[in-house]
Nanobody
Framework: QVQLVESGGGSVQAGGSLRLSCAVS????????MAWFRQAPGKERDGVAT????????YYDDSVKGRFTMTQDSAKNTVYLQMNDLNPEDTAMYYC?????????????????WGQGTQVTVSA
């Protein structure tokens, strides 16, 4: 059974930082793509960052490039999303997602496994 457990969301003021964590089990971690998505009310679920666990540079959406950093701790089967210089437009439910294989994608429908989501709220 695949499980993704997220933590680390919360409320911050603009310019602040948050760090999200996602612990995954039930997949072959060394052969997977891990991704972070976000969804604001009334909007689609958009890809924020992706990372091949076998080792590659993370991919970032232009909206977060230079502010967000995705990393992993392979010993813990856990990925992180460090979010700096947050602004109100970053307010959304953030989801961790996983899929097996050697490629990543920024489209939500290509990920079969999802976490429960963690809310990030940024006030002006």
């Amino acid at each position: 059974q695949v499980q993704l457990v997220e933590s680390g969301g919360g409320s911050v003021q603009a310019g602040g930082s948050l760090r999200l964590s996602c612990a995954v089990s039930g997949v072959t971690y060394s052969r997977a793509c891990m991704a972070w998505f976000r969804q604001a009310p009334g909007k689609e679920r958009d890809g924020v960052a992706t990372l091949l666990t076998a080792g590659s540079e993370p991919y970032y959406d232009d909206s977060v490039k230079g502010r967000f950093t995705m990393t992993q701790d392979s010993a813990k089967n856990t990925v992180y999303l460090q979010m700096n210089d947050l602004n109100p437009e970053d307010t959304a439910m953030y989801y961790c997602a996983a899929r097996s294989g050697w490629t990543c994608d920024s489209t939500a429908r290509y990920y079969p496994y999802w976490g429960q989501g963690t809310q990030v709220t940024v006030s002006a």
